[in-house]
């Protein structure tokens, strides 16, 4: 079984930074992925990478954000630059365990899930 365990949201002003961090527990975890949800909205993914750390990112936060991995301490990272009032959301984990993965930021393909981080960027 795959845990996660997120951390490192806040409330921050625009053009802020945050790191966010997710602690991940198991054997097997390949892909790796960073979704959000506003308020009201459907959840969206930000950003995803490999085990080999290929990276993708939605166009909303390409030169923004950065995704990132520490296999030996086992955290996934995303680093928020330059945050908006719309990245304004409860940011969630997600893992897989499917051998060979190319990173994706489809929900289906992330059978694991944190609990999920608010950030919050106002203006």
Same mark, same amino acid.
């Given at each position: 079984q795959v845990q996660l365990v997120e951390s490192g %949201?806040? *409330?921050v002003q625009a053009g %802020? *930074? &945050? /790191? &966010? *961090?997710? @602690?991940f527990s198991g054997a097997g975890t390949s892909c790796m992925g960073?979704? /959000?949800q506003a308020l009201g909205k459907e959840r969206e993914g930000v950003a995803a990478i490999s085990s080999r750390g290929v990276t993708l990112y939605a166009d909303s936060v390409k030169g923004r954000f950065t995704i990132?991995?520490?296999?030996?301490? /086992? @955290?996934? =990272?995303?680093?928020?630059n330059s945050l908006k009032p719309e990245d304004t959301a409860t940011y969630y984990c997600a893992a897989n365990r499917v051998? =060979?993965?190319v990173p994706t930021m489809s929900e289906s393909d992330y059978p694991y899930w944190g609990r999920g981080t608010q950030v919050t960027s106002s203006s």
């Open positions: %949201g806040g *409330s %802020g *930074s &945050l /790191r &966010l *961090s997710c @602690v960073w979704f /959000r990132s991995k520490d296999a030996a301490k /086992r @955290v996934l =990272y995303l680093q928020l051998a =060979y993965c």
